[in-house]
């Protein structure tokens, strides 16, 4: 079960569709960080190549979740 390749084909396409809503949760986070002003952490700046820094983070915490919780459900 750690294989996501030996997955069958619609757990493969569920943990894919579950990547991309992270990532789109990650660009909404970002987008709402970069006109809010946010300031998570001070070295971090307001730059609008920062919301695709926050997709990355969204798609991978969300696909690293599904993962773990197809692993660890049986």
């Known amino acids: 079960m750690l294989n996501p390749l030996e997955w069958k084909p619609e757990h493969r396409a569920g943990l894919m569709v579950a990547t991309g809503a992270g990532a789109a949760l990650g660009v909404a986070f970002g987008y ?3 006109r809010a002003g946010w300031f ?6 307001n730059r609008p190549e920062d919301v695709l820094i926050w997709a990355l983070v969204g798609a991978v915490v969300v696909g690293a979740a599904v993962y773990c919780y197809r692993v660890f459900s049986n």
């Open 32 to 34: 709402t960080r970069l």
């Open 40 to 45: 998570i952490a001070a070295w971090i700046e």
